[in-house]
């Protein structure tokens, strides 16, 4: 892809690619909603038989960069000429078929993620990763609650928040904002025209100037803000680089729980010992209760000269970009792969009913 350098070692071009990879699976998920006009609020001489709307929204998308696809929509099936001329899309608002009020600036697979966690409070399941249900959102066309939506309902709004958010998590990575600030204004709208436009050269031709790479630091790194630092996947050390995912202050990270606070906490990317943080040691830091402390093994006896760590139950688990992320998956990494276009990884928090 363009937007990587094209001079690197072997080595380098395979973490390129599995870096690529991830980052175009994260760009191309999408999930299913199922968009219902508030039927209290339907124009005269609507046509009733056709006020839902379905779409495979992308999940780095906005829910007010739907609005014209969804108001086309309407304005060619659903609503008269009357209707069309009085409507407003400004006055447009979405809420959950349950009736929370849906986040203008959460990126659309974040919404469905929070949804879907709170759902395992409700029933006995784990999401699947073949099969997504459609997300049922009502539509309403008039009186948004703007003191609860905490911006204005258009896309202006969005960009202004999504370059907020790109600027905080530049700052909890590298301590500044200078990264975002240095780019030029071409390039700042560049990055939202890449999201607007659902194209994933034109964000990344900008975004990989402030975001980590994923070569590995060397090992035996003394603290977590040291220079050097271990990945136990790489198979010798390499050299050290600033830029690393592994080098950065933290890693813009927020916690989710079903019906609950969001949790924003400093996530360095290595422990104390120059270990890499992995995500089952920052959930137990935070989450005890959800995710319990792994005991350390006993001691090795002639009986058992190599014990094994008794197994803890885990009462909850981790959706990461709408899958299930495994325990032992390094923050660097996460946040590296698996963050959002806004620069966040946003981890939501699931419970096991069983």
């Known amino acids: 892809m363009s937007a990587y350098p094209s001079t690197m070692s072997n080595k380098d071009r395979n973490v390129d690619y599995h870096t690529t990879l991830f980052r175009r699976l994260i760009w191309e998920g999408s999930v299913p909603l199922e968009i219902r006009v508030d039927p209290k609020e339907l124009p005269a001489n ?124 530049d700052f909890i990575r590298w301590g500044s904002t200078k990264r975002m600030t240095g780019l030029r204004k071409v390039d700042q709208d560049a990055i939202w025209e890449g999201i607007k436009e659902h194209n994933f050269d034109e964000y990344w031709r900008v975004a990989i100037k402030v975001t980590p790479t994923v070569t ?69 830091s935070y989450v005890p209760l959800l995710f319990p402390p792994q005991p350390p093994a006993p001691p090795p006896s002639r009986v058992n000269p190599n014990p094994q760590a008794p197994s803890v139950r885990q009462p909850g688990y981790a959706l990461i970009q709408g899958v299930v992320s495994p325990p032992d998956a390094e923050l660097a990494w996460l946040g590296a792969c698996l963050a959002g276009a806004d620069g966040w990884l946003n981890i939501c928090i699931g419970i096991f009913r069983n």
């Open 46 to 169: 609507s046509d009733r038989g056709l006020e839902c709307y379905y779409i495979q929204a992308p999940r780095i998308s906005y829910l007010p960069l739907l609005v014209p696809q969804i108001r086309r929509f309407l304005m060619d099936v659903v609503f008269d000429e009357v209707a069309a001329k009085v409507l407003k899309e400004e006055d447009w608002w979405f809420e959950s078929e349950e009736g929370t009020l849906l986040k203008w600036h959460w990126p659309i697979g974040l919404i469905y993620d929070n949804h879907t966690i709170s759902t395992s409070v409700r029933v006995s399941s784990v999401p699947s990763t073949s099969t997504a249900i459609p997300m049922r959102l009502i539509l309403h066309l008039a009186s948004p609650p703007t003191e609860k939506l905490l911006l204005a309902p258009n896309v202006e709004a969005c960009k202004q928040a999504f370059m907020g958010q790109l600027k905080e998590a």
């Open 216 to 284: 590995p630091a060397p090992p035996q790194s003394p603290s977590p803000l040291s220079s050097a630092a271990m990945n136990p996947s790489a198979d010798q050390a390499a050299p050290f680089d600033r830029e690393s995912a592994y080098s950065v202050r933290s890693v813009p990270v927020r916690i989710y729980l079903p019906n609950g606070p969001v949790i924003q906490e400093l996530a360095p990317t290595l422990l104390e010992d120059g270990t890499p943080h992995t995500l089952s040691h920052f959930l137990s």
